[in-house]
């Protein structure tokens, strides 16, 4: 797994993990892109909104999940259907999640469980919440870099705060349409381009990284044993 371009599809993110020399074959594939637009909205949409509810808990164990607000997807964007009183936010992110030039950015299967810790929620969910405003609005990808960009610079969009992190352990997640469920793991946000310094993605190491330039942040993960309803997962590949 090390020794090959690794895409991970996984929030804010959604992130794509590649390894060292694959950057142009990863954007080969960019350019083969099979979902080279956006679907019509309907097919990005859970007609039942509680069935999308129930999905979103299944993001983290329910320990975490059952105290959590979710938000749902609608046609004018990520509504509060559930209140929570633990401070964490569980919702189903759909590709958009991803850096532009992921080749499913626009994948309307994918379907990903996330249930952020509060710090996240303050400070990492408004990216993906200004996403999907921009996406439901018709903007074009480059639009959407450049306005999430411009929100950066004015300071529209909060500093990363400290210990921002999720669960991402859903069973019934759909990462993208080459890794399907692929692992549950836990992801971590930190500002800039940190990997070296968490040792991230050395061999031998379990923690993987990625630099995410477009929300100025590089995103950890770290795989774990159990699927958020206690039962195994596949065993890490190396």
Same mark, same amino acid.
Request: charged share 20%; with cysteine.
């Given at each position: 797994?090390?020794?090959?371009? !690794?895409?991970?599809?996984?929030?804010?993110?959604?992130?794509?993990?590649?390894?060292?020399?694959? *950057?142009?074959?990863?954007?080969?594939?960019?350019?083969?892109?099979?979902?080279?637009?956006?679907?019509?909205? =309907?097919?990005?949409?859970?007609?039942?909104?509680?069935? $999308? !509810?129930?999905?979103?808990?299944?993001? @983290?164990?329910?320990?975490?999940?059952?105290?959590?607000?979710?938000? !749902?997807?609608?046609?004018?964007?990520?509504?509060?259907?559930?209140?929570?009183?633990?401070?964490?936010?569980?919702?189903?992110?759909?590709?958009?999640?991803?850096?532009?030039?992921?080749?499913?950015?626009?994948?309307?299967?994918?379907?990903?469980?996330?249930?952020?810790?509060?710090?996240?929620?303050?400070?990492?969910?408004?990216?993906?919440?200004?996403?999907?405003?921009?996406?439901?609005?018709?903007?074009?990808?480059?639009?959407?870099?450049?306005?999430?960009?411009? @929100?950066?610079?004015?300071?529209?969009?909060?500093?990363? $705060?400290?210990?921002?992190?999720?669960?991402?352990?859903?069973?019934?997640?759909? +990462?993208? =349409?080459?890794?399907?469920?692929?692992?549950?793991? +836990?992801?971590?946000?930190?500002?800039? /381009?940190?990997?070296?310094?968490?040792?991230?993605?050395?061999?031998?190491?379990?923690?993987?990284?990625?630099?995410?330039? $477009?929300?100025? @942040? *590089?995103?950890?993960?770290?795989?774990?044993?159990?699927?958020? /309803?206690? *039962?195994?997962?596949?065993?890490?590949?190396?």
């Amino acid at each position: 797994m090390r020794k090959n371009a !690794v895409r991970i599809i996984a929030s804010a993110f959604l992130v794509q993990l590649v390894a060292p020399g694959a *950057t142009n074959e990863a954007r080969a594939q960019g350019d083969r892109a099979p979902y080279p637009a956006m679907a019509p909205l =309907d097919q990005y949409l859970m007609a039942d909104k509680d069935a $999308e !509810v129930a999905l979103a808990l299944t993001a @983290a164990p329910r320990s975490v999940s059952e105290g959590a607000e979710v938000m !749902v997807l609608g046609r004018e964007g990520y509504t509060t259907a559930a209140k929570g009183g633990n401070g964490f936010l569980c919702l189903v992110e759909r590709a958009w999640g991803a850096a532009t030039d992921d080749p499913e950015f626009w994948n309307p299967r994918v379907r990903s469980p996330i249930c952020f810790n509060p710090a996240a929620r303050r400070t990492f969910v408004p990216i993906f919440l200004m996403k999907t405003r921009l996406v439901l609005a018709g903007r074009s990808k480059k639009e959407i870099v450049q306005s999430v960009a411009s @929100a950066f610079d004015k300071k529209e969009l909060p500093a990363l $705060e400290a210990g921002g992190m999720c669960y991402m352990m859903s069973k019934q997640q759909y +990462l993208s =349409d080459r890794g399907k469920a692929w692992h549950p793991h +836990l992801m971590f946000f930190v500002p800039g /381009d940190a990997a070296r310094d968490w040792g991230a993605n050395l061999p031998g190491s379990p923690l993987m990284a990625a630099n995410d330039p $477009e929300e100025r @942040a *590089t995103i950890f993960m770290l795989w774990v044993g159990e699927w958020s /309803d206690g *039962t195994p997962a596949p065993p890490m590949a190396h």
